[in-house]
C-alpha cells in the first residue's frame, strides 16, 4: 500500500515582503524563460507574489496550503495576454519554492 506524502512546512517567516519579492523575481523569470518574455508575465508574478506575501503574513507555513490560495486566488486574474492560466502558476510557484528548500521538485527527494 502506498503512503501520503507528508505535508511540506516552509520555515517561519522572518520577513514575508523579502520573501514576496525574492518569489515575484524568481517567477517572473521563469515565466519570461518558460515561453517569451512578455508585459503580463511582471503582473501575473506581481500578483502571485502578494498573495504569497498575504499568507505568509496570516501565518501560513504549509506549502499545499500556499499553492493552493495561488491557485484559487489566480482564478480571478484575468490571462486573456498570456499563455499561463492560475494552475500553471500555481505548480511554478511550488517547483520554485521545492527547489529553494533544495527537494527535488520531480520524484519529492
Known sequence: MFEPIP?????????????????????????????IPEPVNQTIAK???????RQRMEGENDLGSLV???????????????FYSEFA????????????LGIDRCCGN
Open 7 to 35: 505535508p511540506l512546512t516552509l520555515p517561519p517567516a522572518q520577513n514575508a515582503q523579502q520573501e514576496g519579492e525574492w518569489l515575484r523575481e524568481a517567477l517572473a523569470h521563469w515565466l519570461d524563460q518558460e515561453f
Open 47 to 53: 500578483r502571485a507574489a502578494q498573495i504569497f506575501v
Open 68 to 82: 493552493v490560495a495561488i491557485l484559487t486566488e489566480m482564478q480571478a486574474f484575468d490571462f486573456r495576454e498570456s
Open 89 to 100: 502558476i500555481a505548480n511554478a510557484v511550488s517547483d520554485i519554492l521545492l527547489q529553494s
